[in-house]
């Protein structure tokens, strides 16, 4: 039976205090909605609908064609807004899955277990519920004498006896897809927030005699729907919390998990070992046996086995095993870094290829440039890559010896095993076995020193009279 998917993300979020819209506040660096679909995406959902409201616009542009979009113009409650999916769903058959942009804790497990209990049962709405020691805020589930499902009170409404209930609705459900469009239209906003509730559908549907069932999540946190900064913030941690532990339970060591920030689609190979203060983001991949940090930043990067990295800044850039990197490197778009290559402190690299065994090892800058195997790139030497209107290429063949302080103004080529003077600012293509040198010749003048010193001695003098 096809599963449909069904976000509510149409509300302003006005307790964010925001300019962004609230279900685009990133936690672990993806959009809450963006974690939402991905869940619904994992139990294979055949389409996901997102109910939008005025920041419609900016939910469309991030998510793109990963879901179909039904506008609520005004937010007269979350009954009001899955009926605007009518459209797209009302004639499907099949099971939507209900869930709030506001809730990215909720797991795969949690929607697989929920449907799971909703089809044993036969269920016309199955409810995710958590048992929480303060329900303050959520709506309660309400259940009979014989504890079966009754319907569900908002906080607001609710009588002593009802705030007291600890089970709590999560926001997350999944309905008999038909029965819930059947149901909608008989919603009012008599309640004491004057709005259509969806959770009136429960008690709806049980009034006529349907199954409406809970599933209880083990995990209460999974439950958290983020309605301020503070909650933002708590959300954060426990996914941070949750990703570090995956990795981890693989076989990465981590040395202090609370100051690792690791982005939820990152994969990690096993031994490897990521310091403190290491923030790995997008869809990087990490060999095993790396060494990373302390004190990294890596964006969506590929890196290979064996790798070393400390105190660099990496961003869409490659590197192969056994390289090492840093300390205080910046790797850029389209660096690609060799095997064994060492790129060493204050290097920028961008746009560039670097081949295996190279060494690039203090302050230098290569941009755009594609550098053979076994080459040294001395301390200080740089691309000139940019001629204030385009940017040229710097071609260094293998086992060619770059001195210290070399400016290679681009297009330039250095030939195979050629040697390039320290201090050369070079113009011209170097040939293969070549020897560049462009500077001036040095001239030495014998005693010249203090002669200099009396000269400039007696010209102050003057200058102070
Ligand atoms: C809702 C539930 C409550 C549950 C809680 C879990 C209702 C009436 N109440 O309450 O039982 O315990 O979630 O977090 O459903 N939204 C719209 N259009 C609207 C109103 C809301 O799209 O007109 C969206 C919001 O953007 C949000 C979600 O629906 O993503 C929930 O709305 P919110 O106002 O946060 O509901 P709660 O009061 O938290
Ligand atoms: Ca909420």
């Known amino acids: 039976m096809n599963v449909y998917g069904l976000v509510l993300a149409a509300g302003q979020g006005k307790r964010m205090k925001s300019k962004l819209y609230k279900v685009l506040h990133p936690v672990c660096g993806i959009p809450m909605v963006g974690h939402v679909i991905h869940v619904l995406e994992s139990v294979q959902t055949v389409q996901n609908i997102v109910i939008v409201g005025h920041g419609a616009e900016a939910v469309q542009a991030n998510l793109g064609d ?15 807004a899955v009926q605007q999916a009518a459209p797209l769903l009302a004639d499907k058959d099949g099971i939507t899955i209900v869930i709030c942009g506001d809730t990215p804790l909720i ?8 449907i799971a209990c909703h089809r044993e049962r036969g269920a016309s709405a199955t409810i995710l519920s958590a048992e929480l020691s303060d329900p303050t805020g959520y ?20 009588t002593a006896d009802e705030a007291a209930v600890c089970e709590i609705n999560t926001g997350t459900y999944c309905f008999d897809n038909r029965k819930l469009f059947e149901m909608l239209p008989k919603l009012t906003n008599e309640n004491a927030q004057g709005e259509y509730y ?54 990465v ?7 690792t920030y690791i982005g939820p689609y990152v994969e990690i190979g096993a031994d490897t070992i990521l310091h403190p203060g290491v923030h790995i983001t997008g ?27 400390t105190q660099s800044v990496l961003t869409q850039a490659e590197v192969e095993a056994e390289a090492t990197v840093g300390p205080f490197a910046y790797l850029r778009p389209g660096a690609q870094i060799g095997p064994k290559v060492k790129i060493g402190d204050f290097v920028e690299v961008k746009n560039a290829r670097i081949g295996a065994g190279s060494k690039v ?19 200080g030497a740089i691309t000139v890559n940019y001629d204030g209107i385009a940017k040229h290429r710097t071609v ?14 681009a297009p330039v080529h250095v030939g195979k095993g050629a040697y390039v003077v320290a201090g050369s600012t070079i113009t011209q293509d170097v040939e293969a076995e070549d020897l560049a040198i462009a500077r001036e010749r040095q001239t030495n003048k014998p005693g010249y020193a203090a002669k200099l010193k009396s000269r400039i001695q007696s010209r102050n003098q003057s200058q102070n009279k």
């Open 198 to 251: 969806l959770t009136d559908v429960i008690g709806l549907l049980q009034e006529e005699g349907e199954k409406v069932e809970a599933y209880c999540l083990p995990d209460a946190a999974e439950a958290t729907g983020v309605n301020d900064r503070v909650a933002l913030a708590e959300v954060e941690r426990v996914m941070r919390q949750r990703i570090v532990e995956r990795h981890m339970r693989n076989g």
């Open 253 to 259: 060591t981590v040395i202090d998990p609370a100051h």
């Open 283 to 309: 869809h990087t991949v990490i060999g095993e046996d790396c060494e990373i940090g302390p004190n990294c930043q890596i964006e969506q990067c590929r890196i290979a086995a064996s790798v070393h990295i």
């Open 66 to 80: 990963r879901a179909a979009y039904a506008l609520q113009a005004e937010q007269l409650g979350t009954g009001h």
């Open 107 to 114: 797991t795969k497990s949690s929607l697989d277990q929920m």
């Open 139 to 158: 709506g309660r589930v309400i259940r009979g004498e014989d504890a079966s499902v009754r319907r569900i009170v908002e906080h607001k409404d609710c």
């Open 361 to 379: 090892s203090h302050l230098s800058y290569v941009g755009d440039a594609d550098i053979g195997q076994d080459v040294n790139i001395g301390c």
């Open 396 to 409: 260094i063949d293998d086992g060619a010896f770059v001195g210290s302080n070399v400016n290679l103004i």
